[in-house]
């Protein structure tokens, strides 16, 4: 049975109180049995990577270059795409669900694609969408990082025992 993934998206160059949220939810997603997907550099991606392999969590680095030695310590599977930003295309269709943190026009286009392919996304402290451009889409809106994999978890029909 495949095991569900969650990606984890968004800055590139955090502020702290991201980096710590993204570490958070890495550990939080981890400790629920799920595999976290990024873009496999640093930020948000490195911090989200280090909280879930800290928790015995698996991690996928999905890098934009050629060099998969190019991922950040804590991803266990590095993808070496060669293309650059898209890359986020697979990110998008690599993972069940998405929760974004932060984030510049990288992160907008990640949301963008996985919201295209109907792939649920929680948004913390991200882009703001006009919602009436977003019928027939899941953005959801967190304040913390529990409350963000709680609601990442509930729209994937997963629970902590055993998975979904």
Not at 92 to 118: P, Y
């Amino acid at each position: 049975m495949r095991r569900r993934a969650v990606g984890v998206i968004g800055a590139s160059r955090p502020s702290e109180e991201e980096r710590l949220v993204a570490r958070e939810v890495g550990e939080r997603l981890a400790t629920a049995g799920l595999v976290v997907v990024t873009g496999g550099l640093g930020g948000v991606m490195e911090a989200a990577s280090r909280g879930a392999t800290e928790k015995g969590g698996t991690v996928i680095g999905i890098v934009p270059g050629s060099d998969p030695d190019a991922a950040n310590p804590y991803v266990a599977l590095a993808i070496a795409t060669g293309s650059g930003d898209a890359r986020n295309a697979i990110i998008a269709d690599t993972a069940d669900g998405f929760i974004a943190v932060g984030g510049g026009l990288g992160t907008l286009s990640e949301i963008a694609l996985a919201l295209k392919r109907g792939k649920p996304v929680v948004a913390l402290s991200t882009w703001k969408l006009d919602k009436t451009r977003l019928e027939g889409v899941v953005w959801l809106k967190a304040d913390t990082a529990e409350s963000a994999v709680d609601l990442i978890l509930t729209h994937l029909g997963h629970n902590l025992i055993g998975g979904a």
